[in-house]
């Protein structure tokens, strides 16, 4: 597991710990996608109290392989409110031995830099809702671009939306980047953990 994912698991540690029940959903998930083996499920499970199974998962997840942390955070689905402030601290990035690191689901350089194709425009495009405007004006495209965008394509939101995001990509060209994106979508209040989906 990278350093900065055990950092932000060891930050939320005792929050984890008193909000989730690992039981239900969490633990069967993880066994699911072989991030835990059938011996650690049962070490959980035999934890007396849902405080203890939650922290003995914490100190065997970061020793389970590169995809236990993202794995993790999908496990988290009806904990959503703890998932998001998990991505948050992780898209600000820690401070760790001095040295800035900037979290994304893969890997921060390949990540951050990334131009996005076609495909995932269009899938950003049908995640964005009302605010999408405010997303493509503050990526810099004019409100006369963007009625145009309204005016070609008047039968379909998709449509209009992924006719501006390709109009922004085209103008910036190696500057149209995941890391533009994310600091847009923020400006819009929008969180930024929807990229997740989009870049897989």
Not at 12 to 31: A, C, G, K, M
Request: hydrophobic share 40%; glycine share 4%.
């Amino acid at each position: 597991m990278d350093p900065v994912h055990k950092e932000i698991l060891r930050k939320h540690r005792l929050e984890l710990s008193s909000q989730i029940l690992v039981s239900d959903t969490v633990v069967p998930f993880l066994y699911q996608e072989n991030i835990l083996t059938e011996s650690q499920v049962e070490e959980i499970e035999s934890q007396i109290s849902n405080k203890k199974k939650t922290l003995r998962l914490l100190d065997i997840l970061p020793s389970r392989g590169p995809l236990a942390f993202d794995t993790f955070l999908r496990s988290l689905e009806e904990f959503s409110w703890l998932r998001d402030k998990i991505l948050q601290d992780g898209i600000r990035g820690l401070d760790l031995s001095n040295e800035k690191t900037v979290y994304d689901w893969h890997s921060p350089e390949a990540f951050l830099e990334k131009v996005p194709s076609d495909r995932e425009l269009s899938r950003l495009a049908s995640r964005l809702g009302p605010e999408w405007e405010s997303v493509l004006l503050d990526l810099g495209l004019s409100a006369e671009a963007l009625f145009r965008c309204r005016a070609d394509h008047s039968l379909s939101t998709h449509g209009q939306v992924l006719a501006g995001l390709v109009q922004w990509r085209r103008s910036e060209g190696k500057k149209a980047t995941a890391h533009r994106l994310v600091q847009s979508l923020q400006a819009a209040d929008i969180h930024p953990s929807i990229l997740e989906e989009v870049f897989q």
